[in-house]
């Protein structure tokens, strides 16, 4: 009996392992069906949203890769700005070491002179050629009157006098400023001669004792005095007026101070002669004259406070 039921009870588990196996194979078929239709169905959203994503993801590194070269950028300016600025200040000291050994060259051949080195600190823009400010005072010496003179291309100048003293500062008035007169003196540039030997047809004629050496001659320098105003018409430009018509004065001829106002010490270089104008009459003449110094680009001076001027302007 057993045997018989035995051999149902095999046959029932295979059938059912067998109907299990077989649901099981269909339903996974069907879930894949499922899936792959769903796939199909929302790829296109699946390709957009992924496609937003890469872009956000580009634009971010984007923006961090231009903030990375915007600071890079910032720097290299930065740098640029330092290396100008370093070059302006090493030309600034070339220069003004440059004035520096001109000015010390100066007080060796003026041992007389006792010198005071300054910068100009302040100047009026409406006012250019008027006065400008230097950063030394009555703390180191500057009295009221002293002669101020500056070196250009190696050439000293006249730039004005000491009109006010402060304890470190000092106004300096310029000598362009048409409300002052400078008591100046222009020469005639040098001309060398040389002296003939005398009227012989055949020098080798001429015995030693009658030889006259060939030795170039110098005239004697002419010196005509008049009085230097700031030009009204030219800023900038000076004119020395009251010269008579015989002054045989030369452009290009050099004009110094005289000192005989007292308000300069003398033999301080003003300009040269750039073009020369009779008056109405033919009685009088006038010279323009072109500083040694460009006032426009005075940027130190010298403050000549040994010896002193004799008189003081305002005193």
Same mark, same amino acid.
């Given at each position: ?18 109907? *299990?196996?077989?649901?099981? %194979? ?105 006065? *400008?400010? *230097? ?28 009109? /006010? ?29 040389? %002296? ?13 004792? /009658? ?46 101070? %005289? ?57």
């Amino acid at each position: 009996m057993w045997e018989k039921w035995k051999k149902h009870i095999t046959i029932i588990i295979s059938i059912s392992i067998l109907l *299990v196996l077989m649901v099981l %194979t269909i339903g996974s078929n069907y879930h894949r069906g499922i899936a792959s239709v769903a796939d199909r169905a929302f790829y296109p959203i699946q390709v957009i949203f992924k496609s937003i994503s890469n872009f956000g993801t580009k634009t971010m590194q984007n923006i961090k890769d231009f903030k990375n070269v915007q600071n890079q950028r910032d720097e290299l300016l930065f740098e640029i700005a330092q290396l100008k600025k370093f070059q302006s200040e090493n030309q600034e000291l070339k220069r003004e070491n440059k004035s520096l050994l001109e000015a010390l060259n100066y007080k060796q051949k003026n041992t007389e002179l006792t010198m005071a080195f300054s910068r100009v600190v302040m100047r009026d823009p409406s006012d250019w050629y008027k006065g *400008v400010t *230097v950063d030394i005072g009555s703390s180191s010496g500057i009295t009221k009157g002293m002669t101020v003179v500056s070196i250009q291309d190696k050439q000293i100048g006249l730039v004005g006098i000491v009109e /006010e003293v402060y304890k470190y500062t000092s106004k300096v008035h310029l000598l362009v400023d048409p409300a002052k007169n400078i008591a100046a003196a222009a020469h005639v540039s040098n001309k060398v001669l040389p %002296t003939k030997i005398a009227d012989k047809p055949n020098p080798s004629m001429v015995t030693d004792e /009658e030889a006259v050496p060939d030795v170039p001659k110098e005239e004697p320098i002419l010196w005509y005095q008049g009085v230097i105003e700031g030009s009204t018409k030219n800023p900038g430009m000076m004119e020395m007026i009251y010269l008579t018509h015989e002054a045989q004065i030369e452009l290009g001829s050099t004009v110094v101070t %005289t000192g005989l106002g007292g308000y300069y010490i003398p033999d301080i270089p003003v300009g040269v002669v750039k073009e020369l104008k009779k008056d109405a009459y033919g009685l009088l003449q006038r010279a323009i004259i072109k500083p040694h110094i460009d006032l426009g680009r005075l940027q130190e001076v010298i403050i000549i406070t040994n010896p002193k001027p004799q008189k003081v302007v305002g005193q």
